[in-house]
T-cell receptor, first 111, second 113 residues
Framework: DAKTTQPPSMDCAEGRAANLPCNHS???????VYWYRQIHSQGPQYIIHGLKNNETNEMASLIITEDRKSSTLILPHATLRDTAVYYC????????????FGPGTRLSVLP | SAVISQKPSRDICQRGTSLTIQCQVD?????MFWYRQQPGQSLTLIATANQGSEATYESGFVIDKFPISRPNLTFSTLTVSNMSPEDSSIYLC??????????FGPGTRLTVT
């Protein structure tokens, strides 16, 4: 699985969009980009995933660059409850193995 | 999606004792995993729980220390044996049902004194 690089921490004002970057320059053509988040003391929560097209769901949007070497998770209107560690994971879509979690980005949403 | 419950949610244990953590899923799943998250750290995979056979352990984890059972497609247990303070962590059960998503339980917070 391709390695990812994320900033260790970010701040965002409540009500503003939170844009969380992820670099995955060694991504392969069959690898997906997944995002999870972990709110303090809870298990990780799936947010979104994509291959090469931009994706949107009720939680967030995922923007993947054309060369697929980086992506951005967008929380359009961040709330205090979005304060969490966000993990970007790149891997081949389900091959019977687990996800490898890096250190992630600690997002703090400020009032 | 999958709804996962873990018991106990937290425990404080004495050094040298063992604790068994249960993971129950609301529907049959393809894969079940056990993770450990030490304070301030990311998640580390302990093992893959295989139904009806021995678990597959990751490097650095052994069956004698972390015996795992998976008697059916919805249930698994992880035992932390002969505990020491270094075993103080959050232990997480995780499942893959089908498709691309992996789901996590709420975790068991273990403190060893």
């Amino acid at each position: 699985d391709a390695k990812t690089t994320q900033p260790p921490s970010m701040d965002c004002a409540e009500g503003r969009a939170a844009n969380l970057p992820c670099n995955h320059s060694t991504i392969s053509g069959n690898e997906y980009v997944y995002w999870y988040r972990q709110i303090h003391s809870q298990g990780p929560q799936y947010i979104i995933h994509g291959l090469k097209n931009n994706e949107t769901n009720e939680m967030a949007s995922l923007i993947i660059t054309e060369d697929r070497k980086s992506s951005t998770l967008i929380l359009p209107h961040a709330t205090l409850r979005d304060t969490a560690v966000y993990y970007c994971i790149v891997r081949v879509a389900w091959r019977g193995q687990n996800f490898v979690f890096g250190p992630g980005t600690r997002l703090s949403v400020l009032p | 999606s999958a709804v996962i419950s873990q018991k106990p949610s937290r425990d404080i244990c004495q050094r040298g004792t063992s604790l068994t953590i249960q993971c129950q899923v609301d529907s049959q799943v393809t894969m079940m995993f056990w993770y450990r998250q030490q304070p301030g750290q990311s998640l580390t995979l302990i093992a893959t729980a295989n139904q009806g056979s021995e678990a597959t352990y990751e490097s650095g984890f052994v069956i004698d220390k972390f015996p795992i059972s998976r008697p059916n497609l919805t249930f698994s247990t992880l035992t932390v044996s002969n505990m020491s303070p270094e075993d103080s962590s959050i232990y997480l059960c995780s499942v893959v049902k089908q498709g691309y998503e992996q789901y996590f339980g709420p975790g068991t917070r273990l403190t060893v004194t």
